[in-house]
């Protein structure tokens, strides 16, 4: 397939679309026509493209736009923090956290019962210590 150069129009369009403002068409032709559309000392060109892209890259342009600076992002509004009552605080820990339901507790042993185990053991140490061998 053989190498067609661009249109005018093409060409500009084509510079513009990559940032390359300042392309001067009439240059970048002249140019490759008086080489017979050959790039370096290989061949024949095979993408116009590639060569404005080049020209744009070896531009003050390129470098003033490689290196401008990129806009800061829009700061977005975070969300108010809203307190928890302590009851709704309460009442979602009960529901989703088993930690902390109230757990059942076993009643105590009344007064009496405690004393009378404390008496049996008692008993039953004294037993043990005086024990006769």
């Given at each position: 397939m053989k190498f067609k150069?661009?249109?005018r129009t093409e060409a500009i369009a084509y510079a513009k679309s990559i940032g390359y403002r300042s392309f001067d068409y009439n240059v970048w032709y002249a140019?490759?026509?008086?080489?017979g559309w050959h790039v370096g000392r290989t061949g024949v060109m095979r993408s116009w493209k590639g060569s404005i892209q080049t020209w744009f890259h070896r531009t003050?342009?390129?470098?003033r736009l490689k290196h401008a600076p990129k806009p800061k992002?829009?700061?977005v509004a975070k969300k108010a923090?809203?307190?928890v009552s302590a009851e709704r605080k309460a009442e979602i820990q009960k529901k989703y956290y088993p930690q902390y339901r109230p757990k059942t507790?076993?009643?105590l042993?009344?007064?009496a019962e405690l004393e009378k185990r404390c008496?049996?053991?008692r008993n039953r140490m004294r037993k043990e210590l005086f024990k006769e061998k």
């Open positions: 150069p661009p249109t140019f490759y026509e008086t080489r003050d342009e390129y470098e992002p829009v700061p923090f809203v307190p507790i076993e009643p042993e009344t007064e008496d049996e053991n």
